[in-house]
């Protein structure tokens, strides 16, 4: 079992910063590659970027392409996501999220991650 828990969220002006951490409770994080997917109101929920288990694959909607930085501590048992040019369109709830399969590759597909954080609001401002 993998517990999450994502925090750094909050309000920011468009072009400004924050970085996203979740720390994961659990014997077999550093095993399981973690993706960070987001959800505004009315919408679906829409992947964001993931990382592979050792951390040298990363992946990116075209979206964030540029802006956004996943990586991560397995020391720390923590994934992060940096996220720098904010836009509005950005504002969501952000989840992380680890893969259902140990030592698989990361996915942009959320049906293969099993467990997922409560999520941390991220708003920008224009």
């Known amino acids: 079992q993998v517990q999450l828990v994502e925090s750094g969220g909050g309000l920011v002006q468009a072009g400004g910063s924050l970085r996203l951490s979740c720390a994961a409770s659990?014997?077999?994080?550093?095993?399981?590659?973690m993706g960070w997917f987001r959800q505004a109101p009315g919408e679906e929920r829409d992947f964001v970027a993931t990382?592979?288990?050792?951390?040298?694959?990363?992946y990116y909607a075209d979206s964030v392409k540029g802006r956004f930085t996943i990586s991560r501590d397995n020391a720390k048992n923590t994934v992060y996501l940096q996220m720098n040019s904010l836009k509005p369109e950005d504002t969501a709830v952000y989840y992380c999220?680890?893969?259902?399969?140990?030592?698989?590759?990361?996915?942009?597909?959320?049906?293969?991650?099993?467990?997922w954080g409560q999520g941390t609001q991220v708003t920008v401002s224009s």
């Open positions: 990382i592979n288990s050792n951390g040298d694959f990363t």
């Open positions: 999220a680890a893969r259902i399969d140990r030592y698989g590759s990361g996915s942009y597909n959320s049906h293969e991650y099993a467990y």
């Open positions: 659990g014997r077999t994080f550093s095993s399981r590659a």
